[in-house]
């Protein structure tokens, strides 16, 4: 849309919807796009879009990403304000739209539109993929925001689209809708170009990838990554900025990523799953845990950090599974490389687990939440009562899991751009213990508390006599919490001194 030479305006949703109609009120918009690329917003959608309506808003709004795309017809029969959903990729049917509403032509003809017709629901035939993604522009961007020690972050793409099939995921669904390939990579030296600009221009110095499978590995084997790591040093970026990727654990060689971790690689996030080979086929993984372990270890040997995906809790798990899972995270996460994390599998929209599950008659809930039980009963107080422990530890966003990526996050980037002390080596150390001895205590009382549920004993729903448990969790995150933060402390305080020291020199 700039690039076309109109004026346009990102508003990020977490601004609130008062904020958000004063600023429409002010910029009197000809359209507003709203994207729904997952389920688990769609009623805050339809509230904010009630409410701007309400406020006066008339403009012609639109919605696109991949929720929208896929399940438009559930998404009007929510959000009825809509006027039209943009369907799949949206860069040239949304400014072909904006062009129709511009000057008045029917926009109701456009390609891969859906709309509502009176009382009819109209799907217009898709335009194709663009097979070349560097015909498209570089996207605008909000002002960028501060990664750590005052380092501003991009987030990126390479590619779009994904070769696997993953049983819980919905990406290859959303592409194989419209004709052309399935998945579709940029040309490194495009890559860099933009990662340039954004450096000198937006001073940015930490990039995270955002494809779901980075071009680690592609049908030309590794030249990609060679000719991008040889693009970061022709255009001297090396030493200037990080970033970090996503991939499967068996996409991983030494070579390779010891070639990305001299030119900036720092962090990769792994798209692991579950810690058994039966667990990873009927994921439809088509991957052992064998070459897990190997691209680990790979990892740790060259002191590249890494986050993962796990779904500890998935519908067919049983107390085996779930222990032999335990046993896996230990191995993977007791030296403390990583911080542990698990979700339970989720029934996105369009993907086979959650056909599967319709199937069965498992799925409970409204559209945009739906869920499932586990087969044996107190398999699902086991989830309730331990979900209900680790809340704040797993999911909130001043708890332990996001303050361990954080000194983490801080630690990566000083050792980056500042100089490695022997204070900081033991700050470093002293936060992998902490890491260590919080993954540890977390994964033994998880298995401790399996036979306890195993049993039956609390089917009933009555937990009364395991306060124990949870307030001992909660004893030991605030402890854990209180160490990182002490290392932190030490180490923002060298910060500021090396920082003093610099200013003192030049």
């Known amino acids: 849309m700039s690039e076309a030479g109109y004026e346009t305006l990102i508003i990020d949703f977490k601004n609130g919807k008062k904020e958000i109609l004063k600023t429409l009120q002010n910029q009197k918009p000809l359209i507003v796009g709203f994207s729904v690329v997952f389920q688990y917003h769609i009623y805050e959608f339809e509230e ?7 406020g006066g808003i008339n403009c012609h709004f639109t919605a696109g990403g991949n929720y929208a795309s896929l399940r438009y017809k559930e998404l009007f029969e929510i959000i009825p304000s809509l006027d039209s959903v943009v369907r799949f990729e949206g860069e040239y049917t949304f400014l072909e739209l904006f062009k129709c509403i511009q000057s008045g032509a029917d926009w109701k003809k456009i390609k891969s539109i859906a709309f509502k017709n009176d009382c009819n629901l109209i ?30 972050f991009a987030t990126i793409l390479a590619g779009r689209g994904c070769i696997y099939e993953c049983l819980f995921c919905n990406v290859r669904e959303f592409y194989k809708q419209l004709s052309g390939p399935k998945k579709r990579i940029r040309r490194p030296e495009m890559v860099v170009q933009e990662m340039e600009l954004l ?15 980075f071009p680690v590995r592609t049908e030309e084997g590794s030249e990609w990554i060679k000719i991008f790591c040889r693009e970061l040093k022709r255009k001297e970026l090396i030493n200037k900025i990080m970033w970090k990727i996503n991939c499967r654990p068996d996409e991983i060689n030494h070579d390779n990523f010891a070639l990305m971790k001299d030119h900036g690689l720092f962090l990769v996030f792994l798209g692991i799953e579950d810690g058994t ?51 896996f ?7 403390g490389y990583s911080a542990v994390t698990f979700l339970k599998m989720l029934p996105y929209f369009e993907t086979r687990i959650e056909k599967q599950l319709r199937e069965e008659g498992r799925l409970k809930g409204r559209p945009g939440f739906l869920d499932y039980d586990f087969r044996d009963e107190s398999m699902n107080h086991y989830y309730t009562f331990t979900t209900d422990c680790l809340t ?5 966003s001043d708890g332990l899991l996001n303050v361990l990526k954080w000194a983490r996050n801080y630690m990566s980037v000083f050792s980056h751009y500042f100089n490695l002390t022997p204070e900081v080596s033991i700050i470093s150390k002293d936060i992998i213990k902490t890491t260590s001895e919080s993954n540890i205590f977390l994964l033994d009382t998880m298995k401790e508390l399996v036979p306890l549920f195993e049993s039956g004993k609390y089917n009933n729903g009555n937990y009364k006599d395991l306060t124990s448990y949870q307030e001992d969790i909660n004893r030991k995150h605030d402890h854990f919490i209180e160490q990182i933060n002490n290392s932190m402390d030490k180490l923002l305080r060298i910060v500021d001194h090396q920082k003093i020291a610099k200013l003192v020199f030049y």
């Open 48 to 54: 904010l879009i009630t409410y701007l309506r309400t």
């Open 123 to 152: 799907a217009n035939p898709l335009r194709p993929l663009e097979k070349h993604l560097d015909n498209f522009p570089f996207p605008k961007r909000s002002p960028l925001k501060e990664y750590a020690l005052d380092k501003k």
């Open 392 to 396: 704040d530890w797993l999911r909130d």
């Open 329 to 335: 995270l230990r191995e993977i996460s007791g030296d």
């Open 199 to 213: 450096h000198f221009d937006k001073d940015c110095s930490v990039f995270l990838f955002q494809d779901d499978d």
């Open 277 to 327: 080979d039966s667990g990873l086929k009927r994921l439809n993984k088509h991957m052992t845990v064998a070459k897990s372990m190997e691209g680990i270890n790979i990892l740790k040997k060259l002191d590249i950090c890494f986050d993962y995906g796990f779904m500890l809790f998935q519908p067919t798990t049983t107390y085996r599974s779930l222990c032999d899972n335990l046993d």
